[in-house]
């Protein structure tokens, strides 16, 4: 049985920090659950372009409020607390936080993430492999 405390685990290195985002990874792949599972943080105001070439997500929204915007057909849907989003097909999007304050995101990556991924210059995680 794993268990962890988001409150301890932001005080090590499965804190990770990024422009406009930080992230609390409370699964990892070393974790065996063949998934991970983050606690992200979007900035107020963040606008961040995304594209998970390699991995299908899927996102709760906890708190706060913004959009994500679908970069192949311009749909744009508004998050608000009680609201998922599944990127079923790697889809390219652009997450935006409203100004007022930050979104707090329930995620769940497939493949797992092994621990200090950021997004490469097209928005994507490198594979394991890549990263290496």
Known sequence: MIVRDLNE???TERHVFSKGWDSVRLLLKSDGMGFSFHI???YAGAELEMHYKN????VYCVDG???I???TTGEVHRIKPGVVYALDKNDKHILRADA?????????FNPPVTGNEVHKDDGSYALEAESA
């Open 9 to 11: 685990a932001k005080n």
């Open 40 to 42: 992200t943080t979007i």
């Open 55 to 58: 991995h299908l997500e899927s």
């Open 65 to 67: 409020t913004g959009s």
């Open 69 to 71: 915007e679908d970069c």
């Open 100 to 108: 007022e304050k930050p979104m707090i995101m329930a995620c769940v």
